[in-house]
């Protein structure tokens, strides 16, 4: 069990440039989150898919889409990226319920020149 | 509407003192409260959470927490501190029922001095 896997570990963009954070699970849960953290600013999460098909905004979606490709994969797509983009992006994700736990990945460090 | 205060941005111990870490929520509904840790450069990981069972809940690597419905709270606490415990320490609330988001607060990082 791979838990929840995230590629690339690090990237760094010219402002304008595309990009894509790929996540996957092999828990078979059914819903999947993305989240940044800044210094300070704790966890923000940019969406949110329930469950397959389904996606949702957080708190910062605006400058991001996610594509719930499968139960599997929840991806991440910048399409035009800027400074204020850099953070560390987490995605987790859980089996169901709402009392259950959330498991991260190990994260993408992402800096936006 | 939930909340989440976490009060002290980092807290520093010595090697073997008591670790309190503290949360304070605020809900409308009963809520689910947790604690996260994270290590320096990985994701994070449940350390401990409350779902309406006991109000003393037990975690890993010898944490535990208490929820204090007229306080509002539910602070971390280890009775002796490790090097090892140094990492950055995120209280969160669940939102309750079906909703799967949770509010996090803005973390704590500790750090243990020799």
């Known amino acids: 069990n791979a838990g929840v896997t995230q590629t690339p570990k690090f990237q760094v963009l010219k402002t304008g440039q595309s990009m894509t954070l790929q996540c996957a699970q092999d828990?078979?849960?059914?819903?999947m989150y993305w989240y940044r953290q800044d210094p300070g600013m704790g966890l923000r999460l940019i969406y949110y898919?329930?469950?397959?098909?389904?996606?949702d905004k957080g708190e910062v979606p605006n400058g991001y889409n996610v594509s719930r490709l499968n139960k599997r994969e929840f991806s991440l797509r910048l399409e035009s990226a800027a400074p204020s983009q850099t953070s560390v992006y987490f995605c987790?994700?859980?089996?169901?319920?709402?009392?259950?736990?959330?498991?991260f990945g190990p994260g993408t460090r992402l800096t936006v020149l | 509407a939930q909340s989440v205060t976490q009060l002290g941005s980092h807290v520093s111990v010595s090697e073997g003192a008591l670790v309190l870490l503290r949360c304070n929520y605020s809900?409308?509904?009963?809520?689910?409260l947790f604690w996260y840790v994270q290590y320096p450069n990985q994701g994070l990981q449940l350390l401990l959470k409350?779902?309406?069972?006991a109000t003393l809940v037990k975690g890993i690597n010898g944490f535990e927490a208490e929820f204090k419905k007229s306080e509002t709270s539910f602070h971390l606490t280890k009775p002796s501190a490790h090097m090892s415990d140094a990492a950055e320490y995120f209280c969160?609330?669940?939102?309750?029922?079906?909703?799967?988001?949770?509010?996090w607060g803005l973390g704590t990082s500790l750090a243990v001095n020799p």
């Open positions: 987790a994700s859980i089996w169901q319920g709402n009392t259950d736990t959330q498991y």
């Open positions: 969160a609330v669940g939102r309750g029922g079906n909703n799967r988001k949770l509010i």
């Open positions: 809900s409308s509904v009963p809520p689910y």
């Open positions: 898919s329930a469950s397959e098909g389904t996606t």
């Open positions: 409350y779902t309406s069972a």
């Open positions: 828990m078979n849960h059914n819903s």
